[in-house]
C-alpha cells in the first residue's frame, strides 16, 4: 500500500501539471500612456500592435442637425480585447463603443463607433487609437487627420448639367439631373458634342437638340463627394472616356454600348482622353496606412494608367504613395502629367512610352495635396495648382524637374480650379477665397486679377485666345470674367458649380452642380453660427461591414476555430481528478477499516473476515477495485496531457494562420505593399539606390 500511495502522488502531480497546461486567455493589465490630442506623433511598431481598418464616417457628407456615425475595426491577431479605442476628435480624445456589445471577437474583428450630431458648418477632423495593453495603432492620418462629414446648407436635390452661349450670357441647354452630383463636363472643339458624367450616370448631348441626351449609361454607381471620377471628349466629339465606380470606360459617340471597360479597385479624381482620341488616362485614389518607416499604399490602387483605344489592358501604370488628384494629356497623347496628393504632393511628367517619369519634381507642400496639373497641345509645358496653405500656381517645362516660376495666391489661399491654354500661352487658376488670375507663361505677374467678395471659386477654365476665364461660384453662379473688364458677368443656377469646361472655338461653356468635399472653406471668415436642432435627422442604416473581407477582393479570412475543434480538457482534468479521489477514498476505506467503524459486524462474520482464506479473498478484490479506478484516472490523466498539447498546437497554428490571414487580406487592402526593384518605388531602406535600381530610382 505504500507504494501505492506514492504512486497516487506521483499520479496527481503529473495530472494536476497537465490540468494546468490546458490553454487559458489570461491578459495582463497595462497602463497607456494618455493621448495628449495636441501632438500627432508617429507610433513605433511593435510585434503585439493590434490594427485597425476601415475607418471612415457614415455618412461622409450631409446636413447639421443630422447623426454621424465614426466607425472603426479592432483587429487583434491574439484574439486580445483592446485596453481601449478611442477616437481623436477636433483636439479631443474620446472613447468609443462597440457597434453590438456582444460581440467579442478580436481575432476577426469588432466595430467600435461614436456618434455625432453637428450644429454648425464646419470642418472636423478625426483618427482613431487603440492599445491591447501591449502594442498600440492608429489610422485615418496621413500627414493630418481625416476631415468628415463634409456639411452643407443645401440639399442638393436641384443639380443641373448647362450650355452657356459665352456671349449672349444665357443658357442653351439645362437639363435636370435632380440629386445626381455632376462630376465632370467635357465640350467638343466645336462646341456641338458635350460629355457630361455625374456619381450615377454619363451622358452625351448634342448641344443643337438640348432637349433630351443622344444617349445615357448607367453602371456601377458611386458615392457622391471628393473622388468624383471624371470625363473627357476627344476633339472631333467622336470618342468619350470616363471614370465611374471605379471603371475606366471608352465610348464612341453613336452608342451607349461601351467599345471597352477596364474594371479598377478604386474610383478616380480625373480622367482624360487626348484630343486626337487614341490614348486615355485615369488617375486613381486609394488608402494610405502609417508605418514606423513612413507610409505605404494599398498597390492596386493611387495609381496613373495609360490605354490607347485598342483595348482595356493598359499600356502602362505607376504607383504612388498619395491619391492622383489630376491627369491631363497633350494633343497627340505623346505626354501625360499628374499631380499627387499626400503623402506625395509632387508634380508628374510622363511619356506615353514609358511608366518612367520624364519629370518627378520635389514636394511642392508641406502638408497638402497637388491638386491640378495641365499640359499644353504640344506636351512642352505644365500649369500646376496646390492646395492649402502652400496655394501657388507653379509653370513646368518638359526639360527641368524644377518650376520655371512659382507665383503664390494671396493668403496662400487653395488652387483646386486651374486650366491651361492648349497653345501653352495662358493659364487660368481660382482660389477658394474667391481670386481670379490670366497668367501668361513668361511672368509669375498676372496679366489680370479679380476678386469675388464672399464667394469660394471651384471650377474654372479658359478660353483658348485667353480673353476670358469661366468660374463656378459657391453663390450659386457661373461667373464669367473678361481680360479686358473688371466687371465679371454671371449666370444663376440652383446649386453649387463646381465643373466648367469652354469649347476650344470659345463660343460655348459647360458647368455642371453638386457638391464639394472642400465646400466648407467656402466660409472662412464667415462661418454661419450654430443652430439649436429642432429635430435630429436619421440617415439610411449603414450597410453591415463584413468583418476581414479585403476591400479591394472577394476573399474572407476564415477562423481557424471553425476547423479546429478545442478538445475538452477541463472535462477530462475533473474526470482524472474525480477518478483519483474516489480511488483514494476507497484505499483509505480499507486500510484504515472505515467501513468496519461505521456498521458492526457479528462475531461469527468477523471471525471469518480475519481467517486466512477471508484476508486473502478481500486482497483480491482489493487490488482488482483498485486496478480498475487506477486505470481510469490514468486514461483520464492521458486525455488531459493530450488535450493541452493538442489545443497548445491548435493555437498556435490559429494564431499563425490568423497571422497569415490577415496579412493576406492586408496585402489585398494594401497595407503590406509589394517590395522589390521594379515596382515603380524606390526604397532606399531596402537597398535600393539609382545605381542598383535605376527603373525605381530615378534622382
Given amino acids: 500500500m505504500v507504494n501505492l500511495s506514492r504512486f497516487l502522488v506521483i499520479l496527481f502531480i503529473v495530472g494536476l501539471l497537465g490540468f494546468l497546461a490546458t490553454p487559458n486567455e489570461l491578459l495582463a493589465e497595462y497602463k497607456s500612456d494618455t493621448p495628449s490630442g495636441q501632438n500627432i506623433a508617429k507610433l513605433p511598431a511593435t510585434p503585439d500592435d493590434p490594427k485597425l481598418l476601415n475607418g471612415h464616417v457614415y455618412p461622409n457628407w450631409g446636413p447639421v442637425c443630422q447623426r454621424y456615425t465614426y466607425s472603426v475595426i479592432y483587429v487583434d491577431d491574439k484574439g486580445r480585447a483592446p485596453e481601449y479605442v478611442k477616437i481623436y476628435f477636433n483636439g479631443q480624445m474620446y472613447d468609443m463603443e462597440k457597434e453590438d456589445p456582444a460581440s467579442s471577437d478580436y481575432f476577426r474583428g469588432v466595430k467600435y463607433v461614436y456618434k455625432y450630431v453637428p450644429k454648425k458648418l464646419g470642418s472636423n477632423f478625426y483618427f482613431f487609437e ?135 479597385t478604386n474610383n478616380a479624381y480625373n ?22 518607416d513612413g507610409y505605404q499604399s494599398f498597390p492596386d490602387t493611387n495609381l496613373l494608367i495609360l490605354w490607347n483605344e485598342k483595348s482595356e489592358a493598359p499600356l502602362w501604370q505607376y504607383h504612388t504613395e498619395g491619391n492622383w488628384h489630376d491627369v491631363s494629356l497633350s494633343d497627340d497623347g505623346s505626354f501625360i502629367t499628374g499631380a499627387t496628393g499626400c503623402p506625395d504632393r509632387r508634380f508628374y511628367l510622363f511619356s506615353k512610352d514609358s511608366n518612367k517619369p520624364v519629370i518627378r519634381s520635389e514636394m511642392l507642400t508641406k502638408d497638402s495635396p497637388v491638386h491640378r496639373a495641365k499640359i499644353s497641345g504640344d506636351g512642352r509645358y505644365a500649369a500646376v495648382g496646390s492646395e492649402s496653405n502652400d ?15 512659382k507665383a503664390p495666391m494671396p493668403d496662400r489661399s487653395s488652387v483646386r480650379a486651374l486650366n491651361f491654354t492648349s497653345d501653352g500661352k495662358y493659364i487660368g487658376a481660382a482660389t477658394f477665397k474667391g481670386d481670379v488670375f490670366i497668367f501668361g507663361r513668361d511672368s509669375d505677374n498676372p496679366i489680370a486679377h479679380w476678386n469675388v467678395a464672399n464667394v469660394s471659386l471651384g471650377g474654372v477654365d479658359i478660353a483658348e485666345d485667353g ?63 450654430a ?82 482464506d477471508g484476508r486473502e479473498e478481500r486482497l483480491k478484490l482489493n487490488r482488482k477495485i483498485v486496478t480498475a479506478i487506477s486505470a481510469v484516472s490514468l486514461i483520464f490523466l492521458v486525455l488531459t496531457v493530450m488535450a493541452g498539447v493538442i489545443n497548445g498546437i491548435n493555437k498556435q497554428k490559429l494564431e499563425n494562420s490568423g497571422k497569415q490571414g490577415q496579412e493576406a487580406a492586408l496585402a489585398e487592402e494594401g497595407e503590406i505593399k509589394e517590395t522589390g526593384c521594379g515596382n515603380s518605388m524606390c526604397e532606399p531602406d531596402r537597398g535600393e539606390t539609382k545605381a542598383s535600381c535605376p527603373q525605381d530610382c530615378l534622382e
Fill in 271 to 292: 480622367a482624360a482622353i487626348s484630343k486626337d482620341g487614341k490614348y486615355m488616362a485615369m488617375g486613381t485614389a486609394g488608402g494610405v496606412s502609417s508605418t514606423a
Fill in 467 to 529: 480673353s476670358f476665364i469661366a468660374a463656378g461660384g459657391t453663390d450659386n453662379k457661373l461667373h464669367i470674367f473678361p481680360r479686358d473688364s473688371a466687371v465679371p458677368k454671371s449666370i444663376d443656377f440652383n446649386e453649387y458649380v463646381q465643373e466648367v469646361d469652354i469649347a476650344a472655338n470659345g463660343k460655348y461653356i459647360a458647368a455642371g452642380t453638386g457638391g464639394s468635399v472642400y465646400f466648407f472653406e467656402a466660409f472662412e471668415g464667415s462661418m454661419p453660427p
Fill in 391 to 405: 496655394g501657388a500656381v507653379f509653370l513646368f517645362f518638359q526639360d527641368s524637374s524644377t518650376p520655371v516660376w
Fill in 531 to 612: 443652430v439649436e436642432c429642432q429635430e435630429i435627422k436619421e440617415p439610411p442604416v449603414e450597410e453591415a461591414t463584413i468583418i476581414n473581407q479585403p476591400l479591394s477582393g472577394n476573399a474572407v479570412i476564415k477562423d481557424a476555430r471553425t476547423d479546429k475543434k478545442q478538445w475538452p480538457g477541463m472535462l477530462f482534468g475533473f474526470g482524472f481528478l474525480g477518478s483519483l479521489m474516489v480511488l483514494a477514498g476507497y484505499i483509505g476505506a480499507v486500510k484504515y477499516g472505515w467501513l468496519s467503524k461505521l456498521k458492526r459486524i457479528p462475531v461469527k462474520e468477523m471471525a471469518e473476515i480475519q481467517s486466512a
Fill in 130 to 264: 487603440a492599445s491591447n495593453g501591449l502594442g498600440k495603432a492608429r489610422s485615418n492620418i496621413i500627414d493630418s487627420p481625416d476631415n468628415g462629414p463634409v456639411l452643407f446648407n443645401s440639399a442638393f436635390e436641384k443639380n443641373e448639367i448647362a450650355v452657356v452661349d459665352a456671349s449672349q450670357q444665357t443658357k442653351i441647354l439645362a437639363y435636370d439631373v435632380g440629386d445626381e452630383w455632376v462630376g465632370g463636363v467635357a465640350l467638343s472643339d466645336d462646341g456641338k458634342y458635350l460629355a457630361a458624367k455625374t456619381h450615377k450616370k454619363i451622358y452625351l448631348f448634342d448641344t443643337s437638340k438640348p432637349d433630351n441626351p443622344i444617349w445615357v449609361y448607367e453602371g456601377p454607381g458611386e458615392r457622391p463627394g471628393d473622388v468624383k471620377g471624371g470625363i473627357d471628349i476627344s476633339g472631333d466629339g467622336s470618342r468619350i472616356f470616363a471614370s465611374i465606380g471605379g471603371r475606366g470606360i471608352l465610348f464612341d459617340n453613336k452608342s451607349n454600348e461601351p467599345l471597352w471597360i477596364y474594371q479598377g
